[in-house]
Nanobody
């Protein structure tokens, strides 16, 4: 069993910044690709950013140039630095991780979500 715990959400004015964190714990042998998704009210969940085990990154067009994904393998943590926030960034943000457990099984897990609200 692997637990993914997000933190760092909150309310911010347009143009502001937030930094999300997602820490993994449990029966982890290796963390592979780590992702951030978001789901706005009434909309489908969408992929925002991803980072591979080799630290290659990818972003959705809507956040490119404003958001930065990073990871600290020693802390089993993935981050999402969000700058120049817009009201349309308002959503619940979820981390999603591909990992290999202690028994060699590769699987995927989700965090519980953290809410980001961008409003004046």
């Amino acid at each position: 069993q692997v637990q993914l715990v997000e933190s760092g959400g909150g309310s911010v004015q347009p143009g502001g910044s937030l930094r999300l964190s997602c820490s993994a714990s449990g029966n982890i042998f290796r963390l592979n690709t780590m992702r951030w998704y978001r789901q706005a009210p009434g909309k489908e969940r969408e992929l925002v950013a991803s980072i591979t085990s080799g630290s290659s990154t990818d972003y959705s067009d809507s956040v490119k140039g404003r958001f930065t994904i990073s990871r600290d393998n020693a802390k089993n943590t993935v981050y999402l630095q969000m700058n120049s926030l817009k009201p349309e960034d308002t959503a619940v943000y979820y981390c999603n991780v591909d990992y290999t457990n202690l028994w060699g099984t590769s699987t995927n897990g989700w965090g519980q979500g953290t809410t980001v609200t961008v409003s004046s």
